[in-house]
């Protein structure tokens, strides 16, 4: 409902479900696309992000951030990504030099979540390489999918084994500066060339170097949503030797995506050798989602090739209320070893 009151002040009110939803204003203009078109946050309201594809291209433009909460009797799905919890796990950026991806004096950058009381802990905790999806950054999962709530709160109530969470640049950038960012030469894929390389070579070795963590592939997952999703299961299943738990959502494989044809044929050549390296391999996607298809034909030819998949079909489009859904409930399913213990 839209009013413009006595003051003059132009109101907007639309019911919405629980979830993060993003706004922003349009001044001089009919569509968001319209030549001319100015576009503004919400100066009162500082949760922002950025907005299309591409962001790290120059002239991108910014969107408000406006949470919805939930009802407690509704859905402690919903809550688990904002129910207040009194144990804050830490989050940092931290910039490393990383010839691969960026320019020979460029650094790259992460952002890492450790759990609460790692600080005054010895022990070494397994890792979860959680990668974002295309046209955002190393905080993406923070800032729209709140992945560091999410992990407080399923740590705490013991659904899920602490462990720290590595959230890597997907996009091979220019280091950072005064200017924009944009991409290195030759970077004109969705997917970088250069990525795998960058996580593999330069962001395990950082980690494991820096970080009490336990070295080893039944103590790595390697999860993404989109693009991230598509990195994930072809990186993950590319590397059996690294990755016990290789994780897709909505993932974007087959068609104009990343192909999967060659690592199809890889996987399935060896189906017992695959389901004895992989602890758990997971695909999931909204219905509703433009990469449904993709998705379940993916699970479709791994289960008819008997490599063991958990598939998994939710409600829901292309969006963050999906992923939130996806890392609460597959957090739970990590490193089964560390349960055992």
Not at 96 to 103: K, N, Q
Not at 129 to 138: D, F, I, K, R, T
Not at 297 to 324: C, M
């Amino acid at each position: 409902m839209t009013q413009v009151g006595h003051s003059g002040i132009w109101t907007y009110t639309t019911p919405l479900p629980s979830g993060v939803f993003t706004y922003g204003f349009f001044v001089n203009c009919t569509s968001p696309t319209q030549t001319g078109c100015t576009q503004l946050v919400d100066p009162n309201n500082q949760p922002w992000n950025k907005a299309g594809t591409g962001y790290e291209l120059s002239g991108a433009s910014l969107r408000s951030q406006v949470y919805v909460p939930s009802d407690p009797k509704f859905s402690t799905v919903d809550l688990s990504w904002q129910a207040p919890n009194p144990q804050h796990g830490s989050l940092t950026d931290v910039a490393y030099p990383s010839p691969t991806s960026t320019t020979p004096v460029g650094h790259n950058y992460l952002s890492v979540y450790t759990p609460p009381g790692y600080d005054r802990s010895s022990q070494r905790y397994p890792v979860l390489y959680l990668l974002h999806g295309n046209g955002e950054a190393q905080n993406g999962w923070v800032m729209n999918g709140r992945a560091n709530i999410i992990l407080d709160n399923v740590i705490a109530s013991r659904q899920a084994v602490p462990m720290i969470v590595v959230m890597p640049q997907g996009h091979a950038l220019q280091g950072a500066n005064v200017g924009p960012l944009v991409r290195l030469s030759g970077e004109t894929s969705m997917f970088s060339p250069r990525f795998p390389t960058d996580l593999l070579e330069d962001v395990i070795p950082l980690v494991e170097r820096t970080y009490h963590v336990r070295a080893d592939a039944s103590h790595r997952a390697i999860a993404g949503l989109s693009m991230g999703g598509g990195q994930a299961l072809t990186i993950g299943l590319s590397n059996l030797d690294r990755f016990k738990y290789v994780l897709g959502y909505s993932a974007a494989v087959g068609g104009q995506y990343a192909d999967t044809s060659d690592l199809l044929k890889t996987v399935l050549s060896r189906p017992v050798q695959v389901n004895q390296a992989l602890e758990l391999l997971w695909v999931s996607c909204g219905r509703q989602d433009f990469l449904f298809q993709n998705n379940k034909q993916f699970a479709d030819a791994l289960t008819a090739g008997g490599i063991k998949v958990t598939y998994h079909e939710t409600e829901g489009a292309h969006v963050w209320s999906v992923w939130r859904r996806n890392l609460f409930e597959t957090a739970q399913l990590l490193f089964s070893d560390d349960r055992r213990r």
